[in-house]
Nanobody, 127 residues
Framework: QVQLVESGGGLVQAGGSLRLSCAASGRTFRRYTMGWFRQAPGKEREFVATINWSGDRPYYADSVKGRFTISKDNAKNTVYLQMNSLKPEDTAVYYC????????????????????WGQGTQVTVSS
């Protein structure tokens, strides 16, 4: 059974930082691309960042590029999202997800690429 457990969300002032973690189990983590998505109230889930299975090719949404950093620790079965210079518009529930295919190719920006999701962690940025 695949499980993804996010942590690290919270309330922060604009300009602050948070680090989200997502611990994975039930699948050989080092073989899979991982993604972070977010969903604000009344909006659709949107892509935030992804990193390939080997952890050396990150890719970001334009809205977070230069502020967020995704990383993957295959030894710890954990993917991270370091979020700096947070803005009120970053407020959302953040979800991590794991690719449905091992050694997947291409950039994983579509939620359809992923078959298991975490429960989500709330990030609230006050102005």
């Amino acid at each position: 059974q695949v499980q993804l457990v996010e942590s690290g969300g919270g309330l922060v002032q604009a300009g602050g930082s948070l680090r989200l973690s997502c611990a994975a189990s039930g699948r050989t983590f080092r073989r899979y691309t991982m993604g972070w998505f977010r969903q604000a109230p009344g909006k659709e889930r949107e892509f935030v960042a992804t990193i390939n299975w080997s952890g050396d090719r990150p890719y970001y949404a334009d809205s977070v590029k230069g502020r967020f950093t995704i990383s993957k620790d295959n030894a710890k079965n954990t993917v991270y999202l370091q979020m700096n210079s947070l803005k009120p518009e970053d407020t959302a529930v953040y979800y991590c997800a794991i690719d449905r295919t091992a050694y997947g190719i291409g950039v994983g920006t579509s939620p359809l690429r992923y078959d298991y999701w975490g429960q989500g962690t709330q990030v609230t940025v006050s102005s």
